[in-house]
């Protein structure tokens, strides 16, 4: 479903050249979700944001359905991949009320029956009609994270990519969200890439992670691997011995 081969990335220029990702190649399967792991500025979110086409100045390959992306494919890759932020206002406009947040993807893919469609998925997300004319201010965390989830989700991609979801909820509300993800993978056969720090969420949801360090993936792992500790790189030891 998913092939990244030697991806790389550099910031900057000349002697402000600054390389954050370095070779980084990983597969995913169609169904699979994939966590992605690691410390702070290692790397993870980079990572996502060359997937989405947010970069354009990286290096390497990045296949998503069978199709090498780039430029040409953006289109339909939108169709295809969509991203959540850690933050929902990484994707919902704070002047905008849900209906237009939802909308306003199907309108720019000329998709038609738009009232039902968002009507459709409020619903799946948890969230009931009364939603449809709030504005993000007047929601909690995570009934904005549930919106963001629902606009991501309003273009029906195969692939979602996850960065960080939960990490500004709270802790009761993240088990929330982290149950409607696995909800909606189940029901919808969705392929995740997700990026968290928390290695509960990748056991919880994951079949797989790899491990960033510095720009680098160290390690591929079964999640299981990180409750059972065999064969673990020891930067992955370190990171499950911290928890
Ligand atoms: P993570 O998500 O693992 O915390 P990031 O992918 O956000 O890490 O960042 C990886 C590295 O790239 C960090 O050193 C960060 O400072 C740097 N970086 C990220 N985005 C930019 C950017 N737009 N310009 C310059 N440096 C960036
Ligand atoms: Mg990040």
């Not at 004319?133 to 273009?155: C, D, E, K, N, T």
Request: proline share 3%; aromatic share 6%; net charge neutral.
């Amino acid at each position: 479903m998913i092939s990244v081969e030697k991806l790389g990335l550099a910031f900057g220029s000349g002697a402000d050249l600054h390389k954050v990702l370095h070779e980084v190649s990983f597969s995913v399967a169609e169904g699979e979700a994939f966590g992605l792991v690691g410390e702070s500025g290692s790397g993870k979110s980079t990572v996502l944001r060359c997937m989405a086409g947010l970069y354009q100045h990286w290096q390497g390959r990045i296949e998503i359905g069978g199709r090498a992306l780039g430029r040409k494919i953006y289109r339909e890759r939108c169709r295809l991949v969509q991203m959540v932020f850690q933050d929902p206002y990484g994707s919902l406009h704070p002047r905008h009320t849900v209906n237009t947040a939802l909308s306003e993807p199907l309108h720019i893919h000329g998709i038609g029956d738009v009232d039902a469609r968002v009507g459709q998925i409020l619903k799946k997300v948890g969230l009931d009609a009364s939603f449809r004319y709030r504005y993000p201010h007047q929601m909690s965390g995570g009934q904005r994270q549930r919106v963001a989830i629902a606009r991501a989700l309003i273009l029906e991609p195969r692939i979602l990519l996850l960065d960080e979801p939960t990490s500004a909820l709270d802790v009761s509300v993240q088990a929330e969200i982290l149950n409607l993800l696995a909800e909606l993978r189940e029901r919808d056969g969705l392929t995740y890439i997700m990026v968290t720090h928390d290695l509960g969420v990748v056991v919880h949801l994951c079949d797989r992670v790899g491990v960033m360090q510095h720009g680098r993936i160290v390690d591929v792992q079964p999640s299981e691997a990180l409750v059972v500790g065999h064969g673990l790189h020891p930067y992955t030891r370190g990171l499950v011995d911290a928890t």
